[in-house]
């Protein structure tokens, strides 16, 4: 990551907008700016902190970011925003980073918005910008600055004072693999030169005109020398060992480091595909109820409009008023036979009770032409209210396959978009696990 430009608004000391542009030539490329205490140096960094992570740590009002001569002179209503723009080089692509924050005056008090609002946009090899989406916004600064090692680039130095001394890397691998002792034993046994060591008290006790305490002094000089010997060959060759394991280790947490989320995506991924598994499974099955009642019941829903047609004209006609209920031909004739009507009237050929029972002949050819009808209209009345429980149940099958389709189409899309961030870092685990394996040597 180069970092070309910084641009402030409004933020802390920084009244109005101040921008800094730092180097990026490949021969002189730092940039260093110098200032007295107070002057605004440890607010540049964190403006860095703020604009990547939206973090600061300042020891007064570390929540107020405004600067306090605007939101002195704000008065109620007014509105005055805080914001910081980075522009960075990674992996040869031009980023702009950006976050800013709104602050209102009311009741002659000046707040910030709950919720600050980060944005980035990066060029294309056209030299179009194209603007990365809310939702992916954090993971691209996290690709081009992971928080945890933030730290390491964005550090007060009058802070550092206070950290104790880290062991070096080296001493730490030799005290994990035991050569810790061996290096005591090689100084331990020492040279004949220096008095305080094994061989120097040696050689100090040795009687140079010989005696048997003297030959065993010698035989114990030579083993402890060829031990000396085999201990520093073994030494070189652990520590060749060291470096190997110290470079692969850098490089594997290089690759780890770069690709910390990968682990993440791959399980939200995961969690995505047995979701889109069980509503795809739900969507098949309303589908085929969806049909199965279709099929049953479209013919009496289709024939609504004619049957309302009908149901219409026998009410217009008013057939069903002109007989008397359930009244047969049969019943009639039977009546005339026997010339006398079950109210106890004469019935015979040319009075009144015959020529009413001859007229009501003319609406009971054989059964009743208004009982009919009447049982028509009862079945059309059945037939319309069981047709408008289909369409109810049909429109709510409808509704659920369209939102379970709408439902497979947002994850699809979300599925597309981690399989393009996590291409190529499917093997994430295997370095892990090699990493465990390094630091176990």
Not at 62 to 90: K, R
Not at 301 to 317: I, K, S
Not at 364 to 378: A, D, F, Q
Not at 387 to 406: C, N
Request: proline letters at 2%.
């Amino acid at each position: 990551m180069l970092i070309k430009s910084l641009k402030m608004q409004n933020f802390r000391q920084f009244k109005g907008t101040t921008a800094v542009d730092f180097s990026c030539d490949p021969n002189q490329n730092v940039t260093i700016i110098l200032g007295d205490n107070t002057f605004g140096k440890t607010t540049l960094l964190q403006a860095f902190n703020w604009c990547f992570y939206e973090t600061v740590m300042f020891d007064n009002n570390p929540d107020f970011l405004l600067n306090l001569e605007m939101a002195n002179g704000m008065m109620n209503g007014d509105s005055e925003t805080v914001s910081v723009e980075i522009c960075v080089i990674h992996n040869s692509i031009e980023y702009v980073v950006s976050r800013s924050q709104q602050y209102l005056c009311a009741n002659n008090k000046v707040t910030g918005a709950k919720k600050c609002q980060a944005k980035v946009s990066y060029k294309q090899p056209d030299g179009q910008t194209e603007s990365v989406r809310a939702l992916e916004v954090q993971n691209v600064i996290e690709n081009i600055l992971p928080k945890d090692l933030s730290t390491y680039f964005f550090f007060d130095t009058e802070r550092v004072r206070s950290i104790s001394t880290r062991k070096d890397v080296s001493d730490a691998v030799k005290g994990l693999l035991g050569l810790s002792i061996m290096d005591n034993a090689i100084k331990h046994i020492g040279t004949k030169g220096n008095k305080k060591t094994v061989l120097g008290k040696l050689y100090g006790a040795m009687d140079t005109d010989g005696d048997k305490r003297a030959r065993d002094a010698l035989d114990m000089i030579q083993s402890s020398e060829a031990k000396r010997e085999a201990i520093k060959e073994q030494l070189e060759t652990c520590v060749s060992q060291i470096k190997q394991y110290e470079a692969r280790k850098g490089q594997l947490d290089d690759i780890l480091r770069d690709n910390q989320t990968t682990a993440v995506l791959q399980k939200k991924k995961e969690d995505l595909e047995r979701l889109l598994s069980a509503e795809n499974s739900s969507l098949e099955s309303t589908t085929a109820l969806f049909f199965k009642e279709f099929s049953k019941g479209s013919l009496q829903l289709f024939a609504q409009p004619l049957l309302g047609r009908a149901n219409d004209f026998l009410a217009a006609t008013k057939i069903d008023d002109k007989d008397i209920r359930d009244l047969t031909a049969p019943t009639i004739l039977e009546l005339i036979k026997r010339g006398k009507c079950i109210c106890g009237a004469e019935i015979c050929d040319g009075n009144d009770a015959y020529r009413h029972l001859m007229e009501e002949l003319n609406f009971v050819p054989p059964e009743s032409i208004g009982n009919t009808v009447r049982h028509y209209r009862e079945k059309l009345l059945s037939f319309s209210k069981n047709a408008d429980h289909i369409y109810d149940s049909l429109t709510s099958r409808y509704q659920e396959i369209y939102r379970s389709k709408a439902r497979i189409q947002e994850w699809e899309d979300e599925l597309a978009d981690i399989s393009v961030q996590i291409k190529g870092k499917e093997h994430m685990k295997r370095y892990e696990i090699e990493l465990v394996d390094v630091k176990n040597v």
